[in-house]
């Protein structure tokens, strides 16, 4: 083989870096180590909150990965040694490797938030990782009774997609509005502004009227704490807000693994070479997708997937001794304000040595605010189209 590489999570950043690596490299010996059999994305469990998509159709297995050769490790990581180069994993088996890649996502600050813990799920699922917590809130959504309030606690930059808690508010309302009207859905804000924000005000008043309230971090949305046997939240004034369903989404590090292993900075999150995504910490280990450092670009599915295909890239140049391409990165977010109400945010983004990784200057935008509905129309469509093609990509 040309070399020996492992890679710890199979989510967008993982199973893309595996998948490529194999395809620019076919020698490699490659070991792909993900606990779960069947990935479930956050991407589209806000439509699955909606009744729009059932979980089936948002689960992802790794039957591809293996049929191509990479060896598919159902198990966790739990020790890294960069000096050994070597992974530990809870099954007990120890693996080398001459690089490695870790890609776990994201992990809780629960000490944040006065009261919470991570038990606190099944009472108040957060549902920030695809999986059983959307099944959760989903079935208290459809448990509720009309005229109740739905609370959304987004937390503070940064985190995991920044559109992310703002579509879960539409998709909420969209299934609210059909079903049960005279409720509300009520976000109280860690920040005082979110992405896309004139865009989704637009379409709340275009569908939903007034059902949506959001209230902005210096107007009392910073949550400080829970009463969770009151369904409540609290701010820093003492104000409390108890609801029917009540979704707080805690602030956010880099997984576990990441901490464990000594790759974070006081931040918590993992500091890289950006154009590489090799930790600043331990040579020979790539930190990529949400939990990395990656300069302009956000927390998404689809920054992930791109980390995960420069990453390789990387890889493979440094095993052959070959000088890596010039790095360009992208990324889109689509977000559903509505079935067939679809808006998005493009950016493009080049590494200087001087900023790592930079958005180019005119090379994305917002979608346009002044358009008739057959182009939020065809925005849904490509939500839908980028959906598929995403996740062809990524475990496909
Ligand atoms: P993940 O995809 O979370 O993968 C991490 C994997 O690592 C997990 O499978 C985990 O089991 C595994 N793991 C963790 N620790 C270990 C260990 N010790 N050993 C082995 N495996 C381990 N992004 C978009 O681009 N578009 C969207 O429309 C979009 N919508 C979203 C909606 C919601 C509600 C949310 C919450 C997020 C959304 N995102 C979206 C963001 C996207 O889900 C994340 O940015 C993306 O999952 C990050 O990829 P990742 O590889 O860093 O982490």
């Known amino acids: 083989t040309s070399g020996r590489v492992v890679i710890i999570g199979g989510g967008f950043g993982g199973a893309t870096c595996a998948k490529y690596l194999q395809r620019f490299d076919p020698d490699l ?24 998509r059932e979980m ?12 191509r050769g990479i060896k598919v490790l159902h198990t966790s990581a739990r020790e890294i040694d960069p000096t050994g180069k070597k992974v530990q994993l809870a099954d007990g088996t120890t693996l080398e ?18 009261n919470m813990s991570p038990g606190d799920a099944e009472k108040l699922p957060h549902a920030w990782n695809g999986g059983p917590q959307t099944v959760t809130l989903r079935r208290q959504l459809t448990a509720m009774p009309d005229g109740g309030t739905v609370i959304i606690a987004p937390p503070a930059n940064p985190f995991r997609c920044p559109p992310g808690p703002y579509e879960r508010a539409s998709m909420i309302a969209s299934y609210l509005k059909q079903n049960k009207p005279k409720s509300k859905v009520l976000i109280l804000d860690a920040k005082t502004k979110f992405s896309k924000q004139p865009l989704f005000m637009q379409g709340w008043e275009a569908l939903y009227g007034d059902m949506i309230e959001w209230v902005s971090g210096d107007a009392g949305g910073r949550i400080t704490g829970v009463d969770i046997a009151g369904r409540a939240l609290y701010n820093e004034l003492g104000e409390e807000h108890a609801g029917s369903v009540v979704n707080l989404i805690p602030p956010q590090k880099a997984g576990k693994i990441a901490h464990a292993a000594d790759l974070v900075d006081d931040t918590g999150w993992c500091p890289v070479n950006q154009r590489t995504f090799e930790s600043s910490r331990h040579p020979d280990i790539h930190v990529i997708g949400d939990a990395s450092l990656a300069g302009a670009m956000p927390k998404s599915g689809f920054a992930a997937n ?18 890596m391409p010039e790095p360009s990165y992208v990324n889109t977010c689509y977000s559903l304000v509505g079935p067939d109400y679809g808006i998005s945010v493009a950016a493009v983004y080049r590494y200087s040595d001087e900023e790592g990784i930079y958005a180019v200057k005119e090379a994305g935008g917002v979608s346009p605010g002044d358009v008739g509905p057959d182009f939020r129309e065809q925005e849904a469509r490509y939500t839908r189209g980028w959906y598929a093609s995403i996740t062809s990509d990524t475990w496909g």
């Open 56 to 67: 089936d159709s948002i689960s992802h297995s790794y039957e591809a990965h293996s049929k």
């Open 29 to 52: 010996d490659i070991t792909l180590v993900e606990p779960k059999q069947n990935f479930v994305t956050c991407p589209f469990s806000n439509l699955v909150l909606g009744g729009l």
């Open 97 to 114: 490797y001459d690089r490695l890649v870790v890609s776990p996502g994201i992990d809780f600050r629960w000490e944040d938030i006065e």
């Open 306 to 323: 791109n980390h995960g295909k420069v990453c390789a890239a990387a890889i493979v140049s440094a095993l052959h001794n070959t000088t």
